[in-house]
């Protein structure tokens, strides 16, 4: 295997989690002769401040040309007063609409070991196993009209939800094909009694459900799935949401796994490229404390190995490594544990490596 991975470390603790991630990819790759170039660009706070912009050109022609990105986080309070396309987001958001990744895919999955480190009692929690699959380049986050104008009491601002039919079929199509491998269930989330966009979006599922007749659909409302998760989560299987609900429901879903800095992400289009990235934020409060969760990066390493470098063998070594890991207790500070961001990563190799069949005392 030879792959070309561009990686954008961003902003906050993502510089910190994106190098424990590279150092476990680098494991597994150095055993099993696979060949990855890293190619570092700028994105977010870090860009604008050196650029003078959050996506330079140089970044999206690099990413256009990768095989994979891997991306940390972006933004922060140096930043937060910026407004519309100079804002950290809108490079990322703008990232995503290029690259034209618009299936974002969100596995949840409790640890047994972890079942006790929520909110939620442990019998709610136990057996969760669910992906929610988030439309990533629609909805209110990239409609039009948008934007503020007039002043004072006067000043109006606007964002338009709007969707395609197409755009609905296709993300559609890939949460009926993940329901497929697992236990065939799809629930399609919208606002069907108040948005017309849900009002299309549930039409458009429906009768996209007869393609998949293995596949038991259900529709539910926003509101009251969102109360489902947290009460029975255990009962759900594959979530398609369109984007801003998909935003919302997928961070609330980290309750359920005991930490945001657990869960991974990877962001896929039309080709087997992708943008792979955890779930949480930038963390400025975190930053170069050395405490930072890397788990949810180095999950988002394992999904870019599997969907997007075609190494099912290195995904499941990771993921297998991680398991393992996180029931001797290697956790940070965010699970009640005390093991920094780089031992993290230097447990989770050395297991790795032990799955791969590869002896190894030093691998970090």
């Known amino acids: 295997m030879k792959a070309n991975v561009v990686v954008l470390p961003g902003d906050g603790v ?43 050109d140089e970044t999206l022609d690099a990413c256009r040309a990768a095989d994979a990105i891997l991306l940390g986080a972006v933004g922060g309070p140096a930043w937060d007063h910026l407004r519309g396309e100079r804002r950290c987001e809108a490079g990322l958001l703008r990232l995503r609409r290029e690259l034209d990744v618009f299936a974002n895919v969100r596995p949840v999955k409790v640890h047994p070991h972890l079942a006790d480190r929520t909110t939620l009692r442990t019998e709610v929690t136990r057996g969760t196993d669910l992906v929610i699959v988030r439309e990533l380049t629609g909805g209110a986050y990239f409609g039009q009209p948008r934007g503020r104008i007039g002043t004072g009491h006067d000043e109006i601002a606007r964002d338009s939800i709007v969707y395609s039919a197409a755009e609905i079929e296709r993300v559609a199509r890939v949460a009926f094909a993940l329901a497929q491998s697992r236990r065939r269930e799809l629930i399609s989330i919208d606002k069907a009694n108040v948005l017309i966009t849900s009002q299309l979006w549930r039409e458009v599922v429906t009768a996209l459900a007869a393609e998949y007749p293995d596949v038991k659909l259900a529709h539910e ?33 980290a309750v359920l796994a005991g930490s945001l800095g657990l869960l991974p992400s990877a962001s ?28 949810g990066t ?30 001797e207790d290697v956790l940070t500070a965010d699970l009640g544990g005390t093991t920094g961001t780089d031992d993290v990563a230097g447990a989770v190799a050395r297991e790795a490596l032990r799955h791969l069949g590869v002896h190894s005392g030093a691998a970090s």
């Not at 799935?225 to 961070?251: K, Q, T, Y």
């Not at 896929?268 to 788990?295: K, V």
């Open 221 to 253: 409302l926003v509101d009251s799935f969102a109360m489902r998760l947290m009460r029975e989560p255990a009962s759900v299987d594959v979530v398609v949401a369109e984007n801003l609900f998909g935003d919302i429901l997928s961070d609330e879903a």
């Open 14 to 56: 993502g510089p910190e989690v994106v190098n424990a991630g590279l150092s476990v990819l680098a494991a597994v790759c150095d055993a099993a002769n696979a060949q990855i170039s890293i190619d570092v660009h700028l994105i977010g706070g870090r860009a604008i401040d050196e650029c003078g912009t959050p996506l330079p």
């Open 298 to 327: 180095i999950l988002s390493v394992a999904m870019m190995l599997r969907h997007s470098l075609h190494r099912e063998d290195l995904a499941v070594a990771i993921e297998s490594a991680v398991e393992v890991c996180i029931t």
């Open 268 to 295: 896929l289009g039309a080709t087997d490229q992708g943008l792979y990235e955890p779930i949480h934020g930038s963390a400025p409060a975190l930053t170069g404390r050395g405490i930072a969760n890397p788990y």
